[in-house]
């Protein structure tokens, strides 16, 4: 399903570039890496996209420790 209009899917754009710039420096090994949103993303605060990509790059392995 879409996102919502170009000011929400701008927003979440900008909150997902930023959690990425915050835990880039963190991984050890190349890695490309691709975000897929879902409606829900949408709505989601800074705090909770960032808990959420912190676990899946965990979880993928590309960190040792988690960073939040």
């Given at each position: 399903g879409k996102i919502?209009?170009?000011v929400r899917r701008?927003?979440?754009r900008r909150r997902l570039r930023e959690v990425w710039r915050r835990l880039v420096?963190?991984?050890?090994?190349p890695?490309?890496?691709?975000?897929?949103?879902?409606p829900p993303a949408?709505?989601?605060t800074y705090a909770q996209l960032a808990a959420l990509?912190?676990?899946q790059v965990y979880?993928?392995?590309l960190?040792?420790?988690?960073?939040?």
């Open positions: 919502g209009n170009a701008n927003k979440l420096d963190k991984i050890d090994q890695a490309d890496v691709a975000f897929v949103a879902h949408a709505t989601a990509i912190g676990d979880e993928a392995g960190i040792n420790r988690h960073p939040i």
